[in-house]
């Protein structure tokens, strides 16, 4: 593994989003664009060093923009689907996924991702 590659956080946009019951659901892409602001702002806390960070959106989402800091990646069908496929496009680069989802924890740790929980980002 490259010592000098920055982390890759990929955010399960709609897990995070959804994992606190504050009314995202009336409008799916503020809520998305409230949790890219968030990032663009605060990053990943507890992570040192350089850091890239990828919201993957799908559905109503899909059509929120990009923001300095943050790279949104509208997932062309499952996004579940196009987060595993990031993360076995990273190669060995070192790669933090921030989701709740069983499945898709395990389907990325099988490719060497770490995982963490919505509230790694998104504090209750």
Known sequence: MDGNASLL???DAANVVGSVPDGWWR?????????????????????AGPVEIVLV????ARGVESAPGVRVEPAPGSGD???????????DR???VVTADRELRRRVTELGAEVAGP??????
Do not use: K, N, S
């Open 57 to 60: 959106v799908e559905g109503a």
């Open 81 to 91: 689907d196009h987060m595993v496929e990031l993360v076995a496009r990273a190669g």
């Open 27 to 47: 409008d799916r892409p503020a809520a998305a664009r409230r949790l890219r602001d968030r990032l663009a702002a605060d990053g990943v806390p507890g992570r």
């Open 119 to 124: 509230r790694t980002v998104r504090p209750v």
């Open 94 to 96: 070192p790669v933090l």
């Open 9 to 11: 956080v990929i955010v």
